[in-house]
T-cell receptor, first 109, second 115 residues
Framework: GQNIDQPTEMTATEGAIVQINCTYQTSGFNGLFWYQQHAGEAPTFLSYNVLDGLEEKGRFSSFLSRSKGYSYLLLKELQMKDSASYLCAKMDSNYQLIWGAGTKLIIKP | IAGITQAPTSQILAAGRRMTLRCTQDMRHNAMYWYRQDLGLGLRLIHYSNTAGTTGKGEVPDGYSVSRANTDDFPLTLASAVPSQTSVYFC??????????????FGEGSRLTVL
């Protein structure tokens, strides 16, 4: 299948750093995306990786290793407002997004 | 404010009834999508449209139909609702006909309960 695997839930402390991992099947790969979704709200785009390496965007960074079928989202200087679900999605050979079930991130003071 | 609008935001529906979820965008995006989101599962694509006048089936199309008469509107119809269609439905759009950028803009969702 096209399983996109990410942890169901993670907990971190305000001000700390957290890394959310995502693994996927390497066949038919056209990019890896991360979205943020607050409870009861729509997903919003965070990042896009198509080449290996780290993409930094403020407090958020995303990493990709195409050969390993692996990505992570790194959140620094965590704030309470970062409490949300983080969705990993792979773009397949038909340019359609295959979504993981999401990682619920709980931030504690 | 430019964006993508869904209606209704919430609906309770008796099984067997017909229901249309509306979606309108004013960003002139070519591609539009309908997803359903269920607890513990990723977003699943129901139907999509790469441009006005064309539609395609996604991962879970059974029991749903769509139309794309113009660029702005992409309604989703449940011809005869069943309880397994209880879900949160998201409409989305992107500015590439092939969806190559991957950046989707989502509506606020429609929470549908079928009893």
């Amino acid at each position: 299948g096209q399983n996109i695997d990410q942890p169901t839930e993670m907990t971190a402390t305000e001000g700390a750093i957290v890394q959310i991992n995502c693994t996927y099947q390497t066949s038919g790969f056209n990019g890896l995306f991360w979205y943020q979704q607050h409870a009861g709200e729509a997903p919003t785009f965070l990042s896009y990786n198509v080449l290996d390496g780290l993409e930094e965007k403020g407090r958020f960074s995303s990493f990709l290793s195409r050969s390993k079928g692996y990505s992570y989202l790194l959140l620094k200087e965590l704030q309470m407002k970062d409490s949300a679900s983080y969705l990993c999605a792979k773009m397949d050979s038909n340019y359609q997004l295959i979504w993981g079930a999401g990682t619920k991130l709980i931030i504690k003071p | 404010i430019a964006g993508i609008t869904q209606a209704p935001t919430s609906q309770i529906l008796a099984a067997g009834r017909r229901m249309t979820l509306r979606c309108t965008q004013d960003m002139r995006h070519n591609a539009m999508y309908w997803y359903r989101q269920d607890l513990g599962l990723g977003l699943r694509l129901i139907h999509y449209s790469n441009t006005a006048g064309t539609t395609g089936k996604g991962e879970v199309p059974d029991g749903y139909s769509v139309s794309r008469a113009n660029t702005d509107d992409f309604p989703l119809t449940l011809a005869s609702a069943v309880p397994s269609q209880t879900s949160v439905y998201f409409c989305a759009s992107s500015d590439s006909s092939a969806g190559q950028t991957g950046e989707l803009f989502f509506g606020e969702g429609s929470r549908l309960t079928v009893l």
